[in-house]
């Protein structure tokens, strides 16, 4: 966490970022915040609802939404006790991820804890534009890891989520349900490297990267 809250805090006064390391597999739910607006917004409140409510209330800040990168279970499974504290709250996906978000077969809740479905979404489409803490967040379709796969890119801020699609040094895994590995390939090559390269890559899970970092080392853009 240490390191985040540094780099974020040379880039802009405005925004902070807080990442919690959660539940059965290591999941990066970060949660991104505005102080003098008292406001955040969650991505990815994969699981530990108790604690993101906590590290909410340290930070005096309530959350104006949820952004999910996708429908896996460790990316979602926090979200039906965060309604319960926030009723009001509203949960964004991007549209072609309804399907595992109401299978629970597909969002695998079923093999870690009580199966689990999201039938309260708002759904999102490619390169729509969402305003929260007063800055501008972009919806990136990015299939491959899952057909509904998405990044939120925030240009004011230079930042990406990059969700379980880009990570340092390589990429998410394509052999679960509507899975690709040339959509993968594609999304990473073709879309996010469109990217400027100081853009910071907060990705799903393990360490931060950059655009410019993973144009030189990432597995995928060393493929023939
Ligand atoms: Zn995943």
Redesign the pocket.
């Known amino acids: 966490m240490g390191v985040f809250q540094i780099l974020f805090q040379e880039r802009t006064a405005m925004l902070k970022i807080s990442r919690l390391v959660v539940g059965y597999v290591a999941t990066n739910c970060y949660i991104v915040y505005n102080e003098q607006a008292g406001a955040c917004v969650i991505v990815d409140p994969g699981d530990n609802a108790a604690g993101i409510i906590k590290t909410m209330k340290e930070k005096k800040v309530s959350p104006e939404a949820i952004l999910l990168t996708?429908g896996?279970f460790?990316?979602i499974l926090a979200v039906p006790e965060l309604l319960e504290e926030y009723p009001d709250l509203s949960v964004y996906a991007y549209e072609k991820e309804q399907r595992l978000l109401t299978d629970a077969g597909l969002n695998e809740t079923r093999m870690v804890r009580k199966p689990m479905v999201l039938n309260d979404v708002h759904y999102l489409k490619d390169g729509e534009e969402l305003d929260f803490l007063g800055t501008k967040w972009q919806v990136i379709s990015t299939p491959g890891?899952?057909a509904g796969s998405c990044c939120y890119y925030l240009p004011g801020e230079a930042v990406l989520f990059s969700g379980?699609t880009l990570f340092d040094g390589d990429c998410?895994r394509t052999d679960l349900p509507t899975g690709n590995s040339a959509e993968i390939i594609h999304s990473i090559r073709e879309i996010l490297m469109k990217l400027p390269d100081d853009t910071q890559v907060l990705p799903?899970h393990e360490t931060l990267t950059t655009i410019g970092r993973e144009r030189v080392q990432n597995i995928v853009m060393r493929m023939a």
């Open positions: 996708h896996h460790d990316h890891h899952t379980d998410g799903g």
